[in-house]
């Protein structure tokens, strides 16, 4: 009989462990859930979304929280109980169109979600650096000592939030646009900053299933490639956001009763897109549906052999 080939790779890189409390992303020294070349049994860690202002957010996922999204430390407590391992807070409201959060509303939210859960927090803020640089400081500051991500830099708008970061102990979390360079370059921006690699995450943007989800998967897909193959400046966990799933008219579309109930249709939706980040290298997953977030822990644990 001939033998067969190995087709093991031999990598020559890892990427970096970053510890949140009881969680720990990173750490891969091969391609996700393929166990004859990655040596690592850890499945991504769930970061359980929530925000400070549901104006503009969709009414179907709200209602999946029984009410308790109205106050987000009992959305986030939900979160725990429903299995999440981290809490994401949005601090959409922040924004001067929406009701104007302000830092120190943001620290006292931020502040109750740690103390109420005991889960490690991602903080993201609105979108507009001048008000998320803000949030960030005054949570930065308050929250010292306990490690958490902050977020999110670009390339032109990282020193802020960095310095916070650098100086209370916690992770950046460095954004690119679909870019692998970008990613890169991002990285090393943050490195010359003086930002230690143990603290950086990083978000290459994760498109949806419909909304160009292959080019997503491609690019996460060159990033984990390229730091396992000795690349240090892409050898950071990669984070990716899947609540772009409910962005999708067809996921969430309630027009047509022959596709269904909506509620189910954008679970899997977001399910799907959670699958495809994992499979392509994220070592955390942000995730709005409580049925998507659970599929996706059950999935990555039987494909990583753990329970």
Request: net charge negative; hydrophobic share 45%; proline share 4%.
């Amino acid at each position: 009989m001939a033998d067969v080939p190995s087709v093991k790779e031999k990598y020559t890189g890892k990427i970096e462990e970053i510890a949140f409390g009881n969680c720990v992303a990173g750490g891969a020294d091969g391609m996700p859930f393929l166990s004859f070349e990655n040596t690592l049994k850890r499945r991504p860690i769930i970061a359980g979304e929530v925000v400070d202002d549901l104006a503009d957010y969709p009414e179907m996922a709200a209602e999946m929280f029984d009410g308790r999204q109205k106050d987000p430390v009992e959305w986030a407590n939900m979160w725990k109980e429903i299995g999440a391992d981290m809490i994401c807070i949005k601090f959409l409201g922040a924004a001067p169109d929406k009701k104007g959060t302000t830092p120190e509303e943001a620290v006292s939210i931020v502040r109750g979600i740690s103390d109420k859960t005991g889960l490690p927090v991602m903080v993201l803020g609105c979108g507009i650096a001048d008000i998320d640089n803000r949030i960030a400081e005054a949570v930065g500051d308050a929250m010292k000592g306990t490690k958490m991500i902050l977020g999110r830099t670009e390339e032109h708008e990282y020193k802020k939030i960095s310095a916070v970061s650098m100086s209370n102990g916690h992770a950046v979390l460095a954004f690119s646009n679909l870019d692998i360079n970008l990613a890169k370059q991002m990285n090393i921006l943050l490195t010359d900053f003086g930002v230690e690699r143990s603290s950086i995450t990083m978000d290459p943007l994760m498109a949806a299933l419909g909304m160009g989800l292959d080019y997503s998967y491609s690019v996460n897909e060159r990033i984990r490639l390229a730091a396992l193959s000795g690349d240090k400046m892409l050898q950071v966990p990669m984070v990716c956001d899947c609540t772009g799933a409910w962005d999708v008219a067809d996921a969430v579309s309630t027009d047509d009763p022959s596709l269904g109930d909506a509620k189910h249709r954008v679970a899997w939706w977001e399910a799907l897109t959670a699958l495809a980040a994992m499979l392509s290298g994220a070592d955390i997953l942000v995730m709005r549906g409580p049925g998507a977030a659970d599929m996706a822990r059950v999935y990555s644990e039987e494909l990583a052999g753990v329970s």
